[in-house]
């Protein structure tokens, strides 16, 4: 197997990598009960706005449907005193993974106001 997961992170409302971004990766059950998911791992972002480390490395990739949550507040609390509750805080992104020989990039493009993903390379 030679696939993995990776993200990055960019804050598009200073124009940089974000860092200090924590994330948390679940994987969801067969059946896509929400009540019924595992976390795999949390980390957060370095200077470049990317984990050190693969989400998920080849040997742990699997076939699923899996979620990252990237929790965003904090990070854009340190550049100005946004209205509480923030309008986005933490930013959930589903996905599914078909395909263990394949490099999955899920980069989030994010503001205070907005975000958006796509897949990566």
């Not at 924590?22 to 009960?33: E, G, R, V």
């Not at 509480?84 to 996905?95: A, K, S, T, W």
């Amino acid at each position: 197997m030679s696939g993995k997961l990776t993200t990055h992170v960019l804050d598009t409302a200073n124009g940089c990598p974000a860092q200090g971004i924590a994330i948390a990766l679940w994987q969801l059950d067969s059946n896509l009960n929400l009540d019924s998911k595992t976390l795999l791992r949390t980390t957060q972002t370095n200077h470049d706005g990317r984990t050190d480390l693969p989400l998920l490395a080849p040997e742990e990739i699997e076939v699923g449907v899996y979620e990252l949550i990237f929790t965003v507040g904090n990070y854009f609390a340190q550049y100005a005193d946004y209205p509480q509750p923030l309008f986005l805080d933490q930013i959930p992104i589903r996905f599914g993974i078909s395909d263990l020989e394949v490099h999955y990039h899920v980069p989030l493009l994010v503001s205070p106001w907005s975000y958006s993903t796509y897949r990566g390379s």
